[in-house]
């Protein structure tokens, strides 16, 4: 399996177990942009299959496969939420204050006025303000 984080997520964690501190602040700020969805033959059949009489808003798209195909190499689930890159549970910490920003995406790449970003004017204001 291909490491999407290439080999940043297993040093981190082989380097740095249980760094954890009490006495530090931990502030997480995840994205909440899409939910993955794992690959299997009755996706790919309704994905060959489908064509716009037969569309439904509840079909699987292929970003949303893309997607989850990110999500598992991450975190070794598919079908789980996040930014688009980044599944929240990987970008959450137990301890620490998760703030979860609905419909906001990874990256300025991509972004747009209906996909913003963490750094989107509307969206820092969201949580930049926990910085402080």
């Known amino acids: 399996m291909i490491d ?11 380097s ?8 530090v602040e931990y502030i997480c700020v ?14 790919l059949r309704s994905l060959v299959s489908n064509n716009d009489e037969e569309s439904s808003d509840n079909a699987a798209t292929i970003q949303d496969i893309v997607v989850g195909l990110g999500y598992k190499q ?5 079908e789980v939420w996040g930014d688009g890159i980044t ?12 703030v979860v920003l609905p419909g906001v995406y990874h990256s300025p790449l991509g972004a ?10 509307p969206v820092l204001d969201q949580w930049a303000h926990h910085l402080v």
Request: charged letters at 20%; glycine letters at 14%; hydrophobic letters at 30%.
């Open 74 to 78: 991450v975190c070794g689930e598919a």
């Open 112 to 121: 747009a006025e209906n996909r913003p970003w963490y750094g989107s004017e």
């Open 16 to 23: 740095a177990p249980g760094a954890y501190h009490e006495d």
């Open 87 to 98: 599944p929240e549970v990987c970008g959450s910490l137990e301890g620490a204050m998760n």
């Open 30 to 43: 995840n994205g909440h942009y899409n939910k993955g969805q794992d690959i299997t033959l009755d996706i």
């Open 4 to 14: 999407q984080t290439r080999g940043i997520l297993s040093n981190v964690t082989a």
